[in-house]
Each structure stands twice: as C-alpha cells, then as structure tokens.
C-alpha cells in the first residue's frame, strides 16, 4: 500500500502582487463634487465606533427548546446591558463594539452560563446558541453562581477525556490551519502522525481507530489525499466557515459513539444568517474559499450557508507555472441548509465533498536518471462525499427526537507504472476501491426531571464495495490480484442507550450500553460505559470512567484475495471479528479561579489505561505482524482474532483561556503503547513515543482605535512540539551488505526509537475590522527553525548505509481573508 505524500517537495517560490488603476475623467468639476460627497460621507462614518450585533437563541441543553424570559447580560461594556429572551427564546444585543466580550445567561432553576472572550468583527453578526442546564438544586437551597467552563464538552454525558473545541480555536493555533486535527495535536495525549499530513496518533493507539460524526451521524474520512480504511488525509475537506464548536474525545466515551477505538471528532455545523447576508473571501498557499450565507426569504427563520474551495497549486498548475514536481490538485464544498417549521419541528440539509490527486511522470531521458524513483509514474487520486438529511422535534414538553438519514460514498485509486531501458511503461500496482454506505439514526432524548435524562437510540447501515489491488510479482513478472471483491454489500446495526442522573449539582452519573453487529460475518458485541463525576469543592472535581470499545477492520482487509492463481482466490479473513479495548480513566480537574473577572487559570490530570484484545495477527506463521502497526489497517497476509495490547500513562494540561488578550496551554504526557502477536511476546508497537508535551501561547494587541472608524488587531502565536520518535524495526546491516536489499531483524520488531521530534511554529495575523467588513492578514511558518526531524529509515542498496527520510523543513503559508 502506497502512501501519497502530498506537498513533501513543495517550496514557494513565487510572489502575488496585486495593482489597482485609477482612471480619471474629464469632467473636473462634477468629479470634485463627487469626492467631497464620498469623503464627507466616509468622515462622518468613521466618527462612529465600529460595531456589531450579537443575538442568538437559549435554549434547554437536554431538549433544546427554546427558553422564553432568559436573561442575556453583555458583562463586557459599561454599562452592563441586557435583556429579556423573546417567547422564541431569541435575543438580539444591537450596536456592540468589536472586539472580545462576555455574556452571562441566565434562568430560574437553570445554571447560570458565562461566556467569555467572544469575539465580534464587523464582517459578521454574531449568532449564538446557548444550553443551559438545569439545576437540581431547590431555589431556597443554593444560588448557583456562574463559572467559566470554556472546555466543558457540549455532549452532557461525557465526563472525562473529553472537552470541546472553536472554531475560533482552530484558526487561531499556530499551524492548525482551521484542521480539527492539526488542532487536536496541542491537547494531552495527541501526537502528530506526520508533516505532511493530519495523521494522529491518540495515547498510543493506531491512527484508524478514530471515529468522525456531523451533526449525529458518522461520516468517511473528511480529509483530502486519504486512503481506504484510514481517518486521516492530507488537508482537511471541512471548511472553518461551516463548523461551530464541537466536541473531541479521547476514551472512555459515552454509549452513544460506537465503532472507534481510540477516540471521537462529534462535529456540529453552524446555521447561515437568516437576517441578512454575508460573505467571505479567503485567498491563500493552500487554496482559494468562498462562502456566502443568508436567508432564503424575509420573515422566514430558515437559512443557508456554503463553502467552496479550490486549490492554489491546481490553479497555478493549470495556467502553466512550475510548483513542484507532480501535479497535486484539490476542490471542495461544503454546505448546510437550515429549515424549520411551525409545527413539525426542524429539518436541516447538510454535506460536504472533496476530490483530491496527484500526479506524477516518469523522467522519459534516461541520461537524467539518477534512481530508481526517476523512472516510477504515479497516479493518485481520492474522492469523498456525504450529504444527509435530519428532523429535529420536541415529543411533548420532555422528549426530545432527532431522526438522520445520510448517503456517502468514497474511491480511492492508485496506479503505478515503471520505464523500462525500451522506454515502454510496465504496469507495477493497480489499487481501486469503492465504498458506499447509506446510514440512517433516530436518537431520543427523554428528560424525566432536573436529575433523570435517558438517551436512547438505533443506527442502522448499509455498506457495498468495489475493491480491487493487483501487485507487480517479480518472479511471475506479472500483476497479481491481492484484494478483490464487486459489488458486495452488507450492514452494520448499533444500538445504544445511556441514562444520566445527577444526585445533586456537585455528584453525577452515566451509565449506557452499546450494541454493534456486522452482518458479513455476524460478529456482535454489548458494550458496557459508565463515569462518575465529584465536584466535591465549587473549583475541584474527580472523575472516573470505564468503557468497552469496539471497532471493524478496514474493508480492504477483509476481502483479501489469496491462493494459487486468479482463478482459484479465498478471502481468509472474512470472518476476521472486532478488534476490542477496554478504557479505564481518573481525573482530577482544578480551577484556580472561577468568576468572570479573575484569570481562568485550570489545571487537569489524567490517568488511563486500556487493554486491547482481538488485535488481527498472522494466521499461519509465528512472527511479530499485529495490524495496529499500520498507517492504514491494511494487510494483504492471512489473519486471526489473537493479538493483545495495552496502552497506559498519565497527562497533565495547564491552560489559561483568554485572558486580557493572552492564552497558554501546556500539556504533557507520560505513555507506553505495547502489543503481543503470535509469537507471545510483549513488547512496544510502533506508536510507543513514550513521552510528549506541546507548549501552546499567544497574545493579541489591539491597535488604530485612537482613529475612528478602524479597529486593528495585531496576533502572535507559537506552539513548540516535543515528543519521542516512533518506534522502527532495526536493520540487520550485515545481512543487508550481503543481500544488498533491507534485511531488519524481526526478532527485535519496533525495539528501536526514531530521534526525538521537536518543532516551532509560529503565527502572525493582522486583523483590521473596518465599518462593513473584516480583513485578516496571516503567515504560518511552520517548523519556523527548519528542524530536520526523522520521519523513517531505510537501507540504500547503492550507498550500503542508511537513509534517512526527513520530515517537512520550515513552510510559510501566507493567507488573507475578507468577510462583509
């Protein structure tokens, strides 16, 4: 299996250079008057402090109602404003000033929420969704104060390995490039994969045990240039323009989520503008997005929101200019379509679809060969798409249903061919696959009282595929089929219920169970999850939580084609079942300071471990191979059900939210990952890094303000990774001398560790809010001291040592975006 490396040879060696004419006219006098019109306009606007509207809906966490008679406080001015929610549960703050602010919402028997370091442009409305919880306490018993809980997961349920994330995050993280993933890599226990890719590695677990979900419902693998199988690609599909905050995951997680071993991207998308429209321009290194957002008539409260993008190298690359070798393209959209009713509840249409390639020629002059890799022709190409449909109602006054029906489908190919000395090309791989799957989920939530709320629900899926991989063997001197199945289809049932009971504000349990069945071989399992959470004090709390996961093995796996000839093929590890891990978590969570005005300073400790079983491992032989040590879960061998793995440590993030313009998050891990194959033995798997920590800041200055009418932010931002090398397979040199091929000792698989990873990235923006539109300039330069970290190692048959291949060196991508 061929992992395409998209980007790797890159480098920017180009400038955009933009020119603006001024024609004149000749008619002076009347053009004079224009201009003092146009300037006595502009100066009389600019006298005006920039501002912003912020409105938004409160809602009910458990049943999403709507909550009429709210207060919403803007805490932020002075003097403090606030108002009343409408019957709707709909409020609207008119001529707020740009910048950061904090709301603080509130209701009778309803925690208060404190929501801090909001940030209003002038390019766009503000529009909100505010959960509120209600408290179980009696009002003649406590007055509840309002915390800030900036990390707080949106999904009620789950109480450790689990916090939410912004969009605004996601942009303003030095290298994150608006990726949740890339993201995810400042969080404890989260490492890198690659460079060059959004490949992440969760407490030592293979990179294909995480799971994605919009809006509910699983989805494929989001990301460009990904391959069969995985949960990673190159650069994300999803546009920053659709996404609001979400929640991230990493064990032990709540029943609803089935399927996923390691951990959980739940993806919620944003509604449009359903009082005026809005639009944003983004041209940059990576690509160039537009996205427009509004309402469809006056008066209704429906909306819509899209996002398309197309890839700048594409686009350079089809008007003749040279960036790089190969060719690398890629386009996607986005959208969401919002539509409610006045009586049969709300009905959204979402989707998003990418395709992504690459391409490669073969050097044609043999004079100009200077390895074997001159004379390889590659062609790489991956499509993704989903697009689903949900309706949302309330069941009476305590229940709460939301139904999804969904449709996606994903083909990824490769063909590889080698120029023989005749300069003919002789066919050396052939990959195509095909997924389809159609998914429908119902999910109610019933809300018995303040304590008792039980979540329920059943996810049914239908899968087909198309896969075929034919390799070159170099003794039959021909293709030979590996994987190969048409038309196949089979289905996938889950089932799920979780009960939630809050004994009193401070003490509350989970407890559920996940049912998941795969018809193509009947393999079926009940999951047991369960926490529980103590804020014994109002800024500490203790956590517990178990659960039992399950996860399929990649399709490409299952229909493994072996035997003798084309003719004569069996699919051994049909019947291959799930590969199992059982999380156990303790933590213990400390907030320095909790109101609104202090320093939200928060510390977190973690402490996990996971014992995994069912791990695919060789059927026919005693050796080393377990499937968890593939990039892609894929393996063309016989395998069996047999391998175990454990993965444990300890975490620790310190981090302080927004605070007067300044933010840090520091975390830091302590893990081993190990595995034992047929051969009995334990020792580390191929992602046993050992130790990591990630250091995170970034500070805002606000400047021009003394000039009416501008309102300039000034942002820098850094992030320094460290963490072990991951773990290779020694070469026997000797025998490799001798052979004049790699010969690895498989006796010692994984007992040596790639050099230390460390990387700085740096970001700067400059942000200038203007009276109808927000303009931000930005420069990531990754891996900012050109680090030369160690991605793998090989034996050169022609130097007779080793090579090294080396990740991304230091990679500037400039960006500048514009909404009104």
């Known amino acids: 299996m061929t992992i395409v490396r998209a980007f790797t040879s890159l480098t920017p060696d180009f400038l955009l250079s933009i020119r603006t004419r001024i024609v004149g006219g000749a008619a002076l006098g009347p053009l004079l008057l224009t201009v003092l019109c146009w300037l006595l306009t502009v100066h009389c606007v600019a006298q005006r402090s920039l501002?912003?509207?912020?409105?938004?809906?409160?809602?009910?966490?458990?049943?999403?109602?709507?909550?009429?008679?709210?207060?919403?406080?803007?805490?932020?001015?002075?003097?403090?404003?606030?108002?009343?929610?409408?019957?709707?549960?709909?409020?609207?703050?008119?001529?707020?000033?740009?910048?950061?602010?904090?709301?603080?919402?509130?209701?009778?028997?309803?925690?208060?929420?404190?929501?801090?370091?909001?940030?209003?442009d002038t390019g766009k409305e503000l529009v909100l969704t505010i959960a509120l919880q209600e408290s179980v306490a009696q009002l003649n018993e406590v007055v509840v104060k309002a915390t800030v809980e900036k990390d707080k997961p949106l999904n009620e349920m789950a109480t450790v390995s689990a916090r939410t994330f912004s969009v605004e995050e996601t942009a303003r993280f030095a290298a994150a490039l608006n990726d949740p993933a890339?993201?995810?890599?400042?969080?404890?226990?989260?490492?890198?994969?690659?460079?060059?890719?959004?490949?992440?590695?969760?407490?030592?677990?293979?990179?294909?045990?995480?799971?994605?979900?919009?809006?509910?419902?699983?989805?494929?693998?989001?990301?460009?240039?990904?391959?069969?199988?995985?949960?990673?690609?190159?650069?994300?599909?999803?546009s920053a323009q659709l996404l609001a905050n979400?929640?991230?995951?990493?064990?032990?997680?709540?029943?609803?989520?089935?399927?996923?071993?390691?951990?959980?991207?739940?993806?919620?998308?944003?509604?449009?503008?359903?009082?005026?429209?809005?639009?944003?321009?983004?041209?940059?290194?990576?690509?160039?997005?537009?996205?427009?957002?509004?309402?469809?008539?006056?008066?209704?409260?429906?909306?819509?929101?899209?996002?398309?993008?197309?890839?700048?190298?594409?686009?350079?690359?089809r008007l003749g200019l040279n960036v790089g070798t190969g060719v690398t393209t890629f386009q996607d959209f986005s959208f969401n379509v919002y539509l409610p009713t006045r009586k049969a509840g709300t009905i959204t249409l979402f989707g998003f679809g990418g395709l992504s390639g690459q391409e490669t020629a073969a050097q044609r002059d043999s004079t100009r060969w200077k390895s074997e890799?001159?004379?390889?022709?590659?062609?790489?190409?991956?499509?993704?798409?989903?697009?689903?449909?949900?309706?949302?109602?309330?069941?009476?006054?305590?229940?709460?249903?939301?139904?999804?029906?969904?449709?996606?489908?994903?083909?990824?190919?490769?063909?590889?061919?080698?120029?023989?000395k005749t300069l003919e090309l002789s066919p050396?791989?052939?990959?195509?696959?095909?997924?389809?799957?159609?998914?429908?989920?119902?999910?109610?939530?019933?809300?018995?009282?303040?304590?008792?709320?039980?979540?329920?629900?059943?996810?049914?899926?239908?899968?087909?595929?198309?896969?075929?991989?034919?390799?070159?063997?170099?003794?039959?001197?021909?293709?030979?089929?590996?994987?190969?199945?048409?038309?196949?289809?089979?289905?996938?049932?889950?089932?799920?219920?979780?009960?939630?009971?809050?004994?009193?504000?401070?003490?509350?349990?989970?407890?559920?169970?996940?049912?998941?069945?795969?018809?193509?071989?009947?393999?079926?399992?009940?999951?047991?999850?369960?926490?529980?959470?103590?804020?014994?004090?109002?800024?500490?709390?203790?956590?517990?939580?178990?659960?039992?996961?399950?996860?399929?093995?990649?399709?490409?796996?299952?229909?493994?084609?072996?035997?003798?000839?084309?003719?004569?093929?069996?699919?051994?590890?049909?019947?291959?079942?799930?590969?199992?891990?059982?999380?156990?978590?303790?933590?213990?969570?400390?907030?320095?300071?909790?109101?609104?005005?202090?320093?939200?300073?928060?510390?977190?400790?973690?402490?996990?471990?996971?014992?995994?079983?069912?791990?695919?491992?060789?059927?026919?032989?005693?050796?080393?191979?377990?499937?968890?040590?593939?990039?892609?879960?894929?393996?063309?061998a016989a395998l069996r059900n047999g391998g175990l793995g454990r993965n444990y440590g300890a975490e620790l993030t310190l981090e302080q939210f927004m605070y007067r313009n300044a933010y840090f998050l520091w975390s830091s891990s302590l893990y081993w990952s190990q595995y034992q194959a047929s051969d009995r033995v334990w020792r580390s798997n191929r992602w046993d890094g050992r130790y990591a920590t990630s250091f995170l800041a970034g500070k805002e200055w606000s400047v021009g303000q003394s000039r009416p009418g501008r309102d300039d932010v000034i942002g820098l931002n850094i992030k320094l990774n460290f963490f072990g090398g991951y773990r290779t397979t020694p070469l026997n040199m000797t025998a490799s001398r001798q052979q004049k091929r790699a010969v690895f000792y498989n006796d010692r698989a994984y007992g040596e560790a790639l050099p230390d990873y460390f990387r700085t990235d740096i970001r700067f923006s400059w942000k200038r809010n203007r009276p109808r539109s927000t303009r931000t300039l930005s420069l990531d330069i990754q891996n900012a001291t050109n680090n030369k970290n160690v991605f793998s190692q090989n034996y050169d048959a022609n130097t007779g040592n080793i090579r090294y291949n080396y990740q991304l060196g230091l990679l500037p991508i400039l960006s500048y975006k514009v909404a009104f």
């Not at 400042?186 to 994605?212: H, K």
């Not at 639009?279 to 509004?294: A, C, M, N, P, R």
């Not at 390889?376 to 309706?391: E, I």
């Not at 191979?625 to 393996?635: D, K, P, V, Y």
Request: proline share 4%; aromatic share 10%.
């Open 51 to 120: 501002t912003q509207t912020i409105r938004g809906t409160v809602v009910d966490q458990s049943l999403q109602t709507p909550i009429p008679g709210a207060t919403v406080a803007l805490v932020s001015v002075s003097p403090v404003r606030g108002l009343i929610t409408e019957p709707d549960g709909s409020f609207r703050l008119t001529d707020v000033p740009v910048g950061r602010h904090t709301l603080k919402v509130s209701f009778v028997g309803y925690k208060d929420a404190m929501l801090t370091n909001i940030t209003l």
């Open 182 to 238: 890339r993201m995810a890599t400042a969080y404890a226990g989260v490492v890198g994969g690659g460079d060059d890719s959004n490949v992440i590695v969760i407490r030592g677990n293979t990179p294909t045990g995480l799971l994605w979900r919009m809006e509910g419902v699983e989805i494929p693998n989001p990301n460009h240039f990904a391959e069969v199988g995985t949960a990673s690609g190159g650069i994300s599909i999803l």
């Open 246 to 317: 979400s929640d991230f995951m990493t064990g032990a997680f709540p029943a609803e989520y089935g399927n996923a071993l390691s951990g959980v991207f739940d993806l919620k998308l944003r509604r449009g503008n359903n009082a005026k429209r809005e639009h944003t321009v983004q041209l940059g290194f990576l690509g160039i997005d537009v996205s427009s957002e509004g309402p469809f008539a006056k008066g209704y409260k429906g909306s819509y929101l899209f996002n398309y993008r197309y890839s700048t190298l594409g686009l350079m690359s």
């Open 373 to 420: 890799s001159d004379r390889y022709q590659d062609r790489f190409y991956s499509n993704t798409g989903a697009v689903g449909l949900t309706h949302s109602m309330n069941v009476g006054k305590r229940a709460y249903l939301k139904t999804v029906v969904s449709a996606s489908g994903f083909r990824n190919g490769f063909d590889n061919d080698y120029l023989t």
């Open 428 to 636: 050396r791989d052939r990959e195509s696959y095909s997924i389809q799957k159609t998914i429908a989920s119902s999910t109610l939530t019933y809300k018995f009282s303040a304590r008792h709320t039980l979540r329920a629900g059943v996810i049914g899926t239908n899968i087909t595929y198309n896969l075929n991989q034919q390799s070159y063997n170099g003794t039959l001197k021909r293709l030979v089929t590996s994987v190969r199945i048409a038309d196949q289809s089979t289905q996938t049932l889950q089932a799920f219920g979780q009960w939630n009971y809050r004994l009193n504000d401070q003490l509350t349990f989970n407890a559920g169970l996940h049912y998941l069945r795969l018809a193509l071989n009947g393999s079926e399992v009940l999951e047991p999850r369960g926490s529980i959470r103590w804020a014994f004090r109002p800024n500490q709390s203790v956590s517990v939580g178990y659960g039992q996961h399950s996860q399929t093995q990649n399709p490409a796996t299952y229909f493994v084609a072996l035997g003798p000839s084309d003719a004569a093929l069996t699919s051994p590890n049909r019947n291959l079942g799930f590969t199992r891990a059982q999380h156990l978590v303790l933590a213990y969570d400390y907030s320095f300071n909790t109101g609104p005005d202090e320093r939200p300073l928060r510390l977190k400790t973690e402490a996990y471990y996971q014992a995994l079983s069912g791990i695919p491992i060789s059927a026919t032989a005693i050796n080393t191979f377990a499937l968890i040590n593939t990039m892609t879960g894929q393996s063309e």
